[in-house]
């Protein structure tokens, strides 16, 4: 087993976090070896939306060899270390439709495919067929998109994809692209996670965020660390923040929304500890 060191404050998106041991998968088979020595091993793909403890163990990732697009006839294989937007400009040049989504959307394939990425009532998941995975044994099996019951920003995945097969349907649409652009034109361009907490039912997160009082109020020791007077649910980070401090500020973010909403937010982004 191949072993690399990452420092989390500056791979991940919101560049917070310590310097870690992460176990490199080369071949299913090097999964299959993990898990049976480890219950829960921790995945982590392009940790865009990911905080990560001092405390974190049991840490994988994807080789490079698994970032790729095959053209299998009628649909894509696309490995899940696949930067969003490879696929994106691939779709793009073979006039492929459903991928317009991907449109400065970060991450890569795999997480995208976890959270069931996307704005609004555009997800990926409708244009995914399914993923390749360990399931019985330590061959990869084809697991359909029905069986991962994916949602809003969610799915049932455990277990880590290597790859996504998808639909391939012509009619690239560039209005799309256009539309998303202009969606994501309020969101801050500082590290952040993304989205910090899902939108409840109804409602928006960076409203409730802000109506208690949080946007733009700078936070922790060094206050580098704050809600985005640009968008109220991008936590962003400004400096030199800690795990800690991030910690802190999205349960007090979550604490004065539910006593002044009783509203529950929860978590968008991934806490590893």
């Known amino acids: 087993m191949i072993h690399k060191t990452i420092d989390f ?132 099996e084809f697991i359909p998109t029905h069986s991962l019951n994916l949602s809003y920003r969610s799915s049932t995945i455990k277990t880590l994809i290597f790859a996504g097969i998808f639909k391939k349907q012509s009619g690239f649409n560039p209005k799309l692209t256009d539309l998303f652009a202009k969606m994501r034109s309020n969101q801050p361009k500082e590290p952040s996670f993304g989205s910090c907490f899902k939108n409840p039912p109804n409602d928006f997160a960076g409203r409730l965020i802000e109506s208690v009082g949080l946007k733009g109020v700078a936070f922790g020791s060094n206050k580098s660390l704050m809600f985005s007077p640009k968008h109220a649910n991008f936590l962003v980070n400004l400096g030199k923040a800690s795990f800690e401090e991030s910690l802190e500020l999205i349960e007090l973010a979550r604490n004065a929304v539910f006593e002044q909403h009783k509203i529950t937010l929860q978590n968008e982004v991934q806490i590893l500890k």
Do not use: R
Not at 30 to 37: G, K, N, V
Not at 121 to 137: A, D, R, V
């Open 9 to 140: 404050s500056i791979y991940s998106s919101i560049k917070i976090g310590p310097t870690l041991q992460v176990s490199l998968i080369q071949n299913p088979q090097d999964y299959y070896e993990i898990l049976q020595h480890t219950i829960t091993p921790k995945i982590i793909g392009a940790a865009n939306n990911l905080l990560v403890s001092p405390n974190a163990k049991n840490l994988i990732m994807l080789d490079k060899n698994f970032s790729y697009i095959k053209d299998c006839g009628d649909f894509l294989e696309v490995g899940a270390l696949t930067p969003s937007g490879k696929l994106f400009s691939y779709a793009k040049k073979h006039n492929l439709a459903g991928f317009e989504i991907l449109s400065g959307l970060p991450g890569s394939i795999g997480g995208i495919i976890k959270m069931n990425a996307g704005l609004k009532e555009y997800e990926i998941k409708s244009s995914l067929l399914g993923i390749l995975s360990l399931k019985n044994s330590q061959s990869l």
